[in-house]
Nanobody, 128 residues
């Protein structure tokens, strides 16, 4: 059964770090593409980072490049998002998502349209 559970969110000051975790069921973790998305109040949900298992490739939104790192621990069926040098504009609800059959092109597009399974989200708040 598809399952994604996020954790690790919280409140930090600008410049701080957080590591988000996404625990997945075995079925969901086997997805070709997994990613992190975020939605700030009053804004549309946007792609943050994706991981394509076919080639272990990663892709990031320009706004987080050099600050965020997506990774996976296959032994734990868990995906992570390490977030460093956080900024107030990173404040949002963060969601993990999975696309079981995605192609590399879809995965790297950061488009939420291709993702079938979603977690409930974890809140990240960055104060200045």
């Amino acid at each position: 059964q598809p399952q994604l559970v996020e954790s690790g969110g919280g409140a930090v000051q600008a410049g701080g770090s957080l590591r988000l975790s996404c625990a997945a069921s075995e079925f969901t973790y086997s997805s070709k593409c997994m990613g992190w998305f975020r939605q700030a109040p009053g804004k549309q949900r946007e792609g943050v980072a994706t991981f394509y298992s076919e080639d272990n490739g990663t892709y990031y939104a320009d706004s987080v490049k050099g600050r965020f790192t997506i990774s996976r621990d296959n032994a734990k069926n868990t995906m992570y998002l390490q977030m460093n040098n956080l900024k107030p504009e990173d404040t949002a609800m963060y969601y993990c998502a999975a696309d079981p059959n995605g192609t590399g092109r879809w995965c790297y597009s950061l488009s939420q349209l291709y993702f079938d399974y979603w977690g409930q989200g974890t809140q990240v708040t960055v104060s200045s």
